[in-house]
């Protein structure tokens, strides 16, 4: 059964800075690409950041390039998110999701973790 | 960037209707399309992919069909369990955005 489960999440001030990890399971972690995706409280959906299987292609959204770095180590089958100078609007539940295929698509996620942006 | 446009943003239904939920692209995305379904407190789950595939596991109640910009999912005789949020996403190139969201609420 594949498993994603994340973590670090928690409260922190702006300005500055949190690390998540996503421990998976159950699938060859090295054969997948991976993706960070976030959903503000009462909100949709949104792309964050994604990482191919060894790591030659990462790509960010507007809103987080710069500040964030999507990372991975498939030795220890985990996907982390490094994140910094936090503003308000990152305050968000975040899932890490599994790619399926050469599609940008996601076919399993995470239960999320809530990282809150406050003073 | 691609947007996606969902429609209508939340919607009222009785157990065994069929509704339609529409999404629309700002550009031609190939049938690059996913639908995803959420229920509160839970994660999305992947119900259709390339527009008109279903994942595994998802009930043929479920339908995708379009093309070019123009995308719908339908959903044949509702059940308990149908009532969520709807999410179309566009897979075709980073960044992937995903429309809106459509609540479908029990009338």
């Known amino acids: 059964e594949v498993q994603l489960v994340e973590s670090g999440g928690g409260l922190v001030q702006p300005g500055r800075s949190l690390k998540l990890s996503c421990v998976a399971s159950?699938?060859?972690?090295?054969?997948?690409?991976m993706n960070w995706i976030r959903q503000a409280p009462g909100k949709g959906l949104e792309w964050v950041a994604y990482?191919?299987?060894?790591?030659?292609?990462?790509y960010y959204a507007e809103t987080v390039k710069g500040r964030f770095t999507i990372s991975r180590d498939n030795a220890k089958n985990t996907l982390y998110l490094q994140m910094t100078s936090l503003r308000s609007e990152d305050t968000a539940l975040y899932y890490c999701?599994?790619?399926?295929?050469?599609?940008?698509?996601?076919?399993?996620w995470g239960q999320g973790v809530m990282v809150t942006v406050s003073s | 960037d691609i947007q996606m446009t969902q429609s209508p943003a939340s919607l009222s239904a009785s157990l065994g209707e069929t509704v339609t939920i529409e999404c629309l692209a700002s550009?031609?995305?190939?049938?690059?399309l996913a639908w995803y379904q959420q229920k509160p407190g839970k994660s999305p789950q992947l119900l259709i992919y390339?527009?008109?595939r279903l994942h595994t596991g998802v009930p043929s109640r479920f339908s995708g069909s379009g093309s070019g910009t123009q995308y719908s999912l339908k959903i044949n005789s509702l059940q308990p369990e149908d009532f969520a949020s709807y999410y179309c996403?566009?897979?075709?190139?980073?960044?992937?955005?995903f429309g809106g969201g459509t609540k479908l609420e029990l009338k």
């Open positions: 159950g699938f060859t972690f090295s054969n997948y690409g």
């Open positions: 999701a599994r790619i399926l295929g050469v599609r940008g698509y996601f076919d399993y």
């Open positions: 390339d527009a008109s």
């Open positions: 550009e031609d995305i190939y049938d690059i």
């Open positions: 990482i191919s299987s060894g790591s030659s292609y990462i």
């Open positions: 996403q566009n897979g075709l190139s980073a960044p992937w955005t």
